[in-house]
């Protein structure tokens, strides 16, 4: 395929693994100097998760604007108790940065102001854009299981204003629950876990009885064993009318894929980019296929 220049923007999605503080911080360092745009950053999975606490994400995210990025503060996309509920409000009552909303009930709380729709918001057609965008939405992700097809035909439905942006790159969050898979992994309580999250800072592998990968678990999280790889298609995602392709952090890779969207928007022909050590490959559902298949593609 023959690389031309394209405008989009690059995101990197909220870190979704219990990585170590000093971990945490290093790498949102290198994203600091790094040709990604827009940032999205906080504890979208476990409350209990307190390397980084809200006060902490704030002051990351000041730095991360000081240096020039747009920073997005990501809410959780499961709220389980009345003390999970205020710190969505709290989140949601700043008017420091724009949220991502990972459910419904943080557009109640923002009230109006600019968010973006997240992900797992559900948004498959043109009314729903209708009702997010007249609720504050700029911007939606596109739900992850959404194949090319549809996809587009979703984006000549959208309102007039509201930015498209789509994942092409990381392990894809398919599935979340009250239940913790680690904890009960290890066959620990939900409440008295031992952190052991932060043993897998890429979540905890299953496998199928014949050693294939299947999923991933990271907490409350069922995710896609592969990473999903469309950074070939990028170019084919900018002209189909998505403004920004998210990269999702995993512990190593992530500064690649970023400079690859950069080379590619640049018009240079990018180095391929190697997931984390042990996980494969896929194109998710893009083709239309199962979400574990992959299709190599010529960047």
């Not at 920073?71 to 989140?91: D, F, N, Y």
Request: glycine share 8%; hydrophobic share 45%; proline share 6%.
């Amino acid at each position: 395929m023959e690389i031309t220049p394209n405008f989009f923007q690059i995101s990197v999605g909220p870190l979704l693994y219990y990585w170590p503080r000093r971990d945490t911080l290093d790498f949102y360092a290198a994203l600091a100097d790094s040709p990604a745009d827009i940032l999205y950053v906080g504890e979208t999975v476990c409350s209990r998760r307190h390397e980084l606490r809200a006060d902490d994400w704030l002051d990351l995210a000041r730095d991360l604007r000081a240096a020039g990025k747009t920073v997005v503060l990501s809410g959780r996309t499961l709220i389980e108790s009345g003390a999970e509920a205020a710190a969505l409000r709290k989140l949601c009552e700043q008017d420091d940065f724009p949220v991502e909303a990972g459910e419904i009930g943080a557009i109640r709380h923002l009230a109006g102001r600019p968010f973006v729709a997240g992900p797992h918001l559900n948004a498959y057609h043109g009314g729903t854009l209708d009702w997010l965008a007249q609720r504050g939405a700029v911007r939606f992700v596109a739900p992850l299981e959404m194949d090319a097809e549809t996809l587009g035909r979703l984006l000549q439905e959208r309102p007039v204003g509201l930015e498209a942006e789509a994942l092409v790159w990381g392990r894809m969050a398919l599935a979340f629950s009250a239940r913790c898979f680690t904890a009960r992994h290890f066959r620990l309580k939900k409440d008295d876990c031992g952190f052991r999250c932060i043993e897998h800072p890429d979540g905890l592998d299953m496998r199928t009885r014949e050693s294939r990968g299947f999923l991933a678990i990271n907490g409350i999280q069922v995710q896609s064993a592969a990473c999903l790889d469309l950074l070939p298609l990028a170019p084919s995602l900018a002209a189909l009318g998505v403004e920004v392709l998210r990269v999702s952090p995993q512990s190593s890779g992530t500064l690649e894929a970023v400079a690859a969207l950069d080379a590619m928007r640049q018009g240079r022909r990018p180095v391929p980019v190697a997931p984390p050590a042990g996980i494969e490959r896929c194109n998710g559902y893009f083709h239309g296929r199962a979400g574990i298949d992959l299709l190599e593609e010529a960047a």
